[in-house]
Nanobody, 123 residues
């Protein structure tokens, strides 16, 4: 059974940084893509960053230039470095992975989801 386990969430002041990690177990082949979604208070869940199997990233416009997604080579481990955090980044962040096809920022393509890690940005 595939499991995605996130870590690295927490509370930080505006302008601060956090690094989220996601490690997969139960699946040895490389995922076709991995990424991060988030759901803020009172908001719809949205895709934040995805990384394709060839290593190319894609970002939500609101986080471009502030967030960086990366993947550990040869492993189903993905990171999200978040800098210059804003209060609107407050959300539960979910790691996602697809062993079938990639759907970018659409949820339907991701057949594996983590439980989520909370990020709170507040002064």
């Amino acid at each position: 059974q595939v499991q995605l386990v996130e870590s690295g969430g927490g509370s930080v002041q505006p302008g601060g940084s956090l690094r989220l990690s996601c490690a997969a177990s139960g699946y040895t082949a490389p995922f076709n893509c991995m990424g991060w979604f988030r759901r803020g208070p009172g908001k719809e869940r949205e895709g934040v960053a995805v990384i394709w199997r060839d290593g190319s990233p894609d970002y939500l416009t609101a986080v471009k230039g502030r967030f960086t997604i990366s993947q550990e080579k040869g492993k189903n481990t993905v990171y999200l470095q978040m800098n210059s955090l804003k209060s609107e980044d407050t959300a539960m962040y979910y790691c996602v992975a697809s062993s079938t096809f990639c759907s970018g920022f659409a949820e339907y393509g991701y057949n594996h989801w983590g439980q989520g890690t909370q990020v709170i940005v507040s002064s």
